[in-house]
């Protein structure tokens, strides 16, 4: 049950990031979800970049402030989903001086200024991934009881307990902690044999565990960059660098 619970929660958290994870869409777009209203907050970047926050494996991109509004804008929809633009690119905008234009990046961002104000959205300025509480909350509590089991537990069999903290900690999206619970399973069988001579030199040791989790994630972001590709970002979102 403590699996099947821990397996329920790592697809609830992958979902929720998946769901909400930043989508590329055009500059008209975005104009045209202003005009209508369909904004719940939105976000001015010059760039993305990770979080940096305490959430293991699921981190989600956010939007890094630059000097001027722009010249990314990243929006939020009433379901819940995040867009974002850049206002760089766009065919043709009428600036009305209804803002400032010093504080933009561009007259594309004008654009986007003048419909937010001209919609009385302004207020709405804010963090637009509304997930991100959540997934970080879930992904503690992973990392919480993977690291009880580990420290606490029985003697892990394919690997040393150090084997498992490197594979887990460093493979992308949870990976680590789904081969884990399949692999070892330790609280639903008796503790393991007390250890013979050469048993830890025949199991996986923290090194290799390093390796195999810093392979996993050159080989995921390969990966997902082919999907990407193939599928677009409606299926397999990327935000840009």
């Given at each position: 049950m403590l699996r099947l619970a821990?397996?329920?929660?790592?697809?609830?958290?992958?979902?929720?990031?998946?769901?909400?994870?930043?989508?590329?869409?055009?500059?008209?777009?975005?104009?045209?979800?202003?005009?209508?209203?369909?904004?719940?907050?939105?976000?001015?970047?010059?760039?993305?970049?990770?979080?940096?926050?305490?959430?293991?494996?699921?981190?989600?991109?956010?939007?890094?402030?630059?000097?001027?509004?722009?010249?990314?804008?990243?929006?939020?929809?009433?379901?819940?989903r995040v867009y974002w633009t850049d206002t760089d690119r766009f065919g043709q905008v009428t600036t009305t001086g209804a803002v400032d234009p010093a504080r933009y990046s561009g007259p594309g961002a004008v654009g986007i200024g003048q419909d937010l104000r001209t919609g009385d959205l302004e207020r709405r300025a804010g963090v637009v991934d509304a997930s991100g509480v959540a997934v970080t909350a879930i992904g503690l509590v992973l990392a919480a009881v993977f690291l009880g089991v580990v420290v606490a537990g029985p003697v892990p069999a394919l690997g040393t307990r150090w084997f498992w903290f490197w594979l887990v900690s460093i493979a992308p999206y949870g990976l680590g902690m789904l081969f884990w619970l399949f692999r070892e399973r330790p609280w639903s069988r008796p503790p393991?044999?007390?250890?013979?001579?050469?048993?830890?030199?025949?199991?996986?040791?923290?090194?290799?565990?390093?390796?195999?989790?810093?392979?996993?994630?050159?080989?995921?972001?390969?990966?997902?960059?082919?999907?990407?590709?193939?599928?677009?970002?409606?299926?397999?979102?990327?935000?840009?660098?």
């Open positions: 821990l397996v329920l929660l790592w697809l609830l958290t992958a979902v929720l990031s998946w769901w909400a994870a930043p989508r590329k869409q055009s500059y008209e777009r975005a104009r045209a979800d202003v005009a209508a209203g369909h904004v719940t907050a939105y976000q001015w970047g010059g760039s993305w970049g990770d979080s940096g926050g305490p959430s293991p494996w699921f981190d989600a991109s956010e939007l890094q402030t630059s000097n001027t509004l722009g010249p990314l804008f990243a929006w939020r929809t009433p379901d819940g393991a044999p007390p250890a013979i001579p050469g048993d830890r030199e025949r199991r996986g040791r923290g090194l290799l565990g390093l390796g195999l989790g810093i392979l996993a994630t050159i080989l995921m972001s390969f990966l997902l960059l082919a999907l990407n590709a193939a599928l677009g970002d409606r299926w397999v979102p990327l935000p840009d660098e």
